[in-house]
């Protein structure tokens, strides 16, 4: 098989990170990363431009926030490196685990596959915004209850799935139940324990307790 | 990601005009819907557009007013390009009528990728050949050639391949081929309306590109005759794992029944091709017949006559061949 061609990646994410301080910055002597070795380069000059940023309001678990973000954040950047909401998480930021689900406007999405300045005027709510007054929801006891939690890992991405499918059908058959978590992966492989906590909370409740 | 611009269109001329502006601006442009295939392609540095690299400006269609609308009137069922797979599953008339494309939208990934994935993103989309997206300096990065040929095939074309063997990545595309949808594109020219067949090219006619699309056009909606009282259809997808991934092979079946007889069929298969794949010699085995086991063993045969397989992907003659005998039999006797 051919090699592959070479990655230029670590010298533009470098420069995107000093770029997200969002001034105009003068990097001298960036060195090249990921090649064989660390090779430093001459001394170079390099004058960035700011980065493009806009102003939204987006209500997030219940609070309304008018902020400017960089029109390429994520979501999901935004929640957890700006306004502080680390309960979703990112395991593989590509769409290809669940462990980013937040609902936005009361449907579950990849909070890492859509961008920040998309959420103008919407709503969302993530793993934090389960609690009412500062008792767990049903759903989320039921996770403690029959052990649906084993690293945890995954669990904030269950549970806003599981949210938003025991809003829709409060009463879920098994089935609904698997094919409405199908976007969710468990390295853990706690996938039985995950179904029967969520058919436990709609048998106890019939809501998973959203909004 | 590397920095860049989103800009919102609140029409589709503005769309247009927005595009137009970055290119004459010297700046790479992509036109976005949900983003869950384009944000995968700007993370990893694959070449979306040849020749341009990933996008300084992204034209967010989300906030064209009506784009996301499916209207039904007389004979016609027009479908916005920003509607969402989900709305697509849960739209009433798509279910009961247009049933084909209800299920292909349905097969598609997760829930989470069908809430956020709209119809236009699924149908542009670009290929998920593990070259491509890995960086491979191929046909569909503006290389000049196919890594998948000496290389790893298993997912590659049996039919339509050459000088790339990428096969279109789209479920929907089947559907509406067999729906025999109309593209209505937008440019900076006004608008024109492409039948499937005009709609995609194969890498014989442009080795970059999956369909005519300019850099400055959007695909706008879709328009779907709508299908008399004997019309049953069904979408069959064979994955390697059951969910969350790209056909392996599929089968999008429109039947025209008079009772037990099947008036007219079409066929398209997805997965084996660079385009979708539109059977037309296994259609004609089923028009006027009654539709037995052995016509749809037959019908089946028809459809793989003259797959030309890879060195790893000989597997999917007879699995494409199940797949159509299957969908067939189990449409005509169905109801
Ligand atoms: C893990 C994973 C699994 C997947 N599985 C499947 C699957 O099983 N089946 C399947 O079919 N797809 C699958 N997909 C692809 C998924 O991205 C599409 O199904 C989705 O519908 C794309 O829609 P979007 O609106 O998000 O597209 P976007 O990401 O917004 O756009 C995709 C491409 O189309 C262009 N584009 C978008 N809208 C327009 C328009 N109106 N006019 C012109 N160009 C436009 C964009 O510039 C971009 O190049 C999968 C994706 C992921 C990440
Ligand atoms: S982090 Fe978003 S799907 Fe994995
Ligand atoms: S509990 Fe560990 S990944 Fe699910």
Redesign the interface.
Known sequence: ??G??E???GD?TRR?FL?GTGAALVVAGVPTLGGVGVEEEGVSTQLL?A??Q?AIRVTVNGTEHRVEV???W?LNEFLRDHIGLTGSKIGC????C?AC?VL?DG????SC???A??ADGREIVTVEGLERGGDVSPLQQAFMDHNAAQCGFCTPGQLM?ATALLDRIPQPTTGEVRE?M??NLCRCSNYNAIVEAVLAAAATSGSGGAQ | MKAFTNQNARTLDEAVALAQQALRDGRSVSFVGGGTDLLQLMKDKVVNRPGSGDPDVLVNLKTVEGLDEVTSSGQVVTIGGLTTLEALVEHPVIRDRLTVLAEAAESVATPQIRHTGTLAGNVVQRPWCWYYRNGFPCYKAGGNRCFSIAGENQLHAIFGGGPSYIVHPSDLAPALVALDATFRVVGPEGERTLSGPDFFVLPSQDAEHENVLADDEVLASVALPAPGDGVRSAYHKIMDREAWTHALVSAAVVLDMDGDVCREARIVLGGVAPVPWRVPGAEALLAGQRVTPELAREVGAAAVAGARPLSKNAYKIPLTRGVVERTVLALATSA
């Not at chain 1, 930021?93 to 290809?96: T, W």
């Not at chain 1, 449907?107 to 990849?110: L, S, T």
Request: aromatic share 6%.
């Open positions: 098989m051919e592959k061609p990655d230029d990646g533009l995107g770029g431009e980065v493009p806009t960089e029109d390429r994520t930021n590509r769409g290809e669940g689900t936005l449907e579950p999405v990849y596959s859509t961008l300045v998309w799935t409405a199908v976007g």
